[in-house]
């Protein structure tokens, strides 16, 4: 099962990614310091071994798509 979320990193911002639910260590919302000086509020996903990814959904949307059934 995969939820769907929306890419933060400056290069792909916007676009989707798909994530699988049980691969997910861990999830928390994050204040991240762009090269330009702008202040992203994002949620960052780690999925060892594969990385983590920065996404825009709030930590509690994160949240609740990981407990949602679907």
Do not use: C
């Not at 594969?50 to 407990?67: A, D, F, I, Q, R």
Request: hydrophobic content about 40%; aromatic content about 8%.
């Amino acid at each position: 099962m995969f939820i769907n979320l929306t890419n933060a990193n400056p290069e792909f911002r916007g676009k989707p990614v798909a994530i699988r639910k049980d691969l997910i260590v861990s999830a928390f919302g994050n204040a991240m310091t762009r090269e330009d000086g702008s202040v992203d509020q994002i949620t960052l996903i780690f999925v060892p071994p594969h990385g983590s990814w920065e996404v825009l959904e709030s930590y509690e949307e994160v949240l609740e798509k990981l407990n949602s059934p679907n």
